[in-house]
């Protein structure tokens, strides 16, 4: 008999929020590097460098910051316009401090998104003689 592990949700917005805490319980600037060639990412494109973006999300640079399980949310201004951030999490490649680069990388292709539940297929009999 064998038991399967039950299906975890992805560490990734868990490790998120924490290093974005411990990065401004110091006093530094929080920025997290964003995959911007997914569809789902909405970022000014203006801002983009090599497929990347770098946005600062620092409590003094955005509104509204929402670092949820699925989705990192905020408003910015950017070159003085307004913009509705809105990055999939799976979309985070790292969060650093702005001063000294300290924070956490996340691979590139690690998939985040939960495996489709596996079916059960019915048995295969044949009688064999």
């Not at 998120?16 to 319980?25: F, G, M, P, Q, Y």
């Not at 203006?46 to 003094?60: D, F, H, K, M, Q």
């Not at 000294?100 to 044949?126: A, C, V």
Request: aromatic share 6%; hydrophobic share 40%.
């Amino acid at each position: 008999m064998t038991t399967e592990a039950p299906v975890m949700t992805s560490s990734r917005p868990y490790l998120l929020r924490a290093v974005h805490e411990w990065i401004t319980d110091n006093g530094l600037t929080p920025q997290i590097v964003v995959d911007a060639q997914l569809d789902e990412v909405r970022v000014p494109g203006a801002y983009i460098r090599e497929g990347r973006i770098v946005l600062n999300i620092s409590p003094t640079a955005v509104r509204d910051l929402a670092l949820g399980n699925e989705w990192v949310e905020f408003s910015a201004r950017f070159g003085g316009t307004p913009f509705d951030v809105a990055v999939p999490v799976h979309a985070v490649l790292a969060i650093v401090a702005r001063e000294n680069g300290t924070g956490m990388s996340f691979p590139e292709s690690q998939s985040d998104r939960r495996p489709p539940p596996q079916t059960q297929k019915r048995p295969n009999l044949r009688i064999v003689k």
